[in-house]
T-cell receptor, first 116, second 111 residues
C-alpha cells in the first residue's frame, strides 16, 4: 500500500520551456505533499509543502513564481517549472503523507529534468 | 538546521554489521529513516518518536536517545540488498510534518 506515482520520469527540453510534473497518491489520500530537489550524491532538499486546497508554503530561497505548485485534490499535486533554464536541471521528487503527523512520507519515483 | 549523519560512507562484507548515526543540535519531535537506491525513490524504514525508544527487528533497528537529539540505525548481518544511501529525516515541533534530511550515508555491501 501507500503508493505515490510521479510522472514523467524523465524530461529533456529546451531552455525557456515550462515543464509540469504530476504526483498522485494512488491508494491513500495525501493531506500533505512535499516537493524536493536532489542533486547527484546529495541530500533531499525541501522546496515546498502543499496542502490540499491551500497555497503552497515555499522554503527560503525557492522562487514561488518559478516553481508553481498546485494541490487541487487529496490525490494530486503538480509542480510546474516555468521558463526552465539549465540550472534548473535536477532530480525532482514528491512525497505524500496521509492524515495526522507521525506518519511516514511515501515518495514518488522522481523526475529527472534536463534542460538543454 | 540540517542533521549531521556519520559516517558519510561505509563498505561492508556480507554478514558484517554497521551503525549509522544522526545528530541534531536541538531536540527533535521525531526522526525518520529512509533508504534510497541509485535513481530510485527513498523507501521508508521506520519512525521514532519517543526519547529512549528502540524499534525495528533483528536485522534493521533504530534507537532514539533520551534527549531526542541523536538517533542510530543498526544494520545487522548485512545483505547485498542493504546497499544504498541511508537518510535520516528530522522533524521539529510545530513544523507541520516537514522533514529536514541529513546528507546521507552511502552503504555498500560486497559479497
Amino acid at each position: 500500500g501507500a503508493v505515490v506515482s510521479q510522472h514523467p520520469s524523465r524530461v529533456i527540453c529546451k531552455s525557456g520551456t515550462s515543464v509540469k510534473i504530476e504526483c498522485r497518491s494512488l491508494d491513500f489520500q495525501a493531506t500533505t505533499m512535499f516537493w524536493y530537489r536532489q542533486f547527484p550524491k546529495q541530500s533531499l532538499m525541501l522546496m515546498a509543502t502543499s496542502n490540499e486546497g491551500s497555497k503552497a508554503t515555499y522554503e527560503q530561497g525557492v522562487e514561488k513564481d518559478k516553481f508553481l505548485i498546485n494541490h487541487a485534490s487529496l490525490t494530486l499535486s503538480t509542480l510546474t517549472v516555468t521558463s526552465a533554464h539549465p540550472e534548473d536541471s535536477s532530480f525532482y521528487i514528491c512525497s505524500g503523507v496521509q492524515g495526522a503527523r507521525n506518519q511516514p512520507q511515501h515518495f514518488g519515483d522522481g523526475t529527472r529534468l534536463s534542460i538543454l | 538546521q540540517q542533521p549531521v549523519q556519520s559516517p558519510q560512507a561505509v563498505i561492508l562484507r556480507e554478514g558484517e554489521d554497521a551503525v549509522i548515526n544522526c545528530s541534531s543540535s536541538k531536540a527533535l519531535y521525531s526522526v525518520h529513516w529512509y533508504r534510497q537506491k541509485h535513481g530510485e525513490a527513498p523507501v521508508f524504514l521506520m519512525i521514532l518518536l519517543k526519547g529512549g525508544e528502540q524499534k525495528g527487528h533483528e536485522k534493521i533497528s533504530a534507537s532514539f536517545n533520551e534527549k531526542k537529539q541523536q538517533s542510530s540505525l543498526y544494520l545487522t548481518a548485512s545483505q547485498l540488498s542493504y546497499s544504498g544511501t541511508y537518510f535520516c529525516g528530522t522533524e521539529y515541533r510545530n513544523q507541520g510534518g516537514k522533514l529536514i534530511f541529513g546528507q546521507g550515508t552511502e552503504l555498500s555491501v560486497k559479497p
